[in-house]
């Protein structure tokens, strides 16, 4: 079975950078597409970025467009989230997830997920 593991949070400063990694283990990601979330304390888990499982698609998120960049490697196996100009606003526990999702930032639709990551504005 897919299991994932985030990694590569940590404290950053406003405007810092951080790279997020997505490893999966059990099972390929090459059958999947993954998405990214995050959620912040008190509100609900959003949709930030999306990798098809071709990898030819990358959807985003308004609030970090042109900020955050996904990537994946040539196998899968990892899928990264680079976040530049990080704002206090980005913080919360970002999770990676799986799936064959219709509509991406819709997390029911997604069957693996990572215990995820934090990252904390330290300002």
């Known amino acids: 079975q897919l299991q994932l593991a985030e990694s590569g949070g940590g404290l950053v400063q406003p405007g810092g950078s951080l790279r997020l990694s997505c490893a999966a283990s059990g099972s390929p990601l090459s059958g999947y597409a993954v998405g990214w979330f995050r959620q912040a304390p008190g509100k609900e888990r959003e949709g930030v970025s999306f990798?098809?499982?071709?990898?030819?698609?990358?959807m985003y998120a308004d609030s970090v467009k042109g900020r955050f960049t996904i990537s994946g490697d040539g196998a899968k196996k990892m899928v990264y989230l680079q976040m530049n100009s990080l704002k206090r606003e980005d913080t919360a526990v970002y999770f990676c997830?799986?799936?064959?999702?219709?509509?991406?930032?819709?997390?029911?639709?997604?069957?693996?997920w990572g215990q995820g990551t934090q990252v904390t504005d330290c300002s």
């Open positions: 997830a799986a799936g064959q999702p219709s509509t991406w930032s819709s997390s029911r639709e997604y069957d693996y």
């Open positions: 990798i098809s499982r071709s990898g030819l698609t990358m």
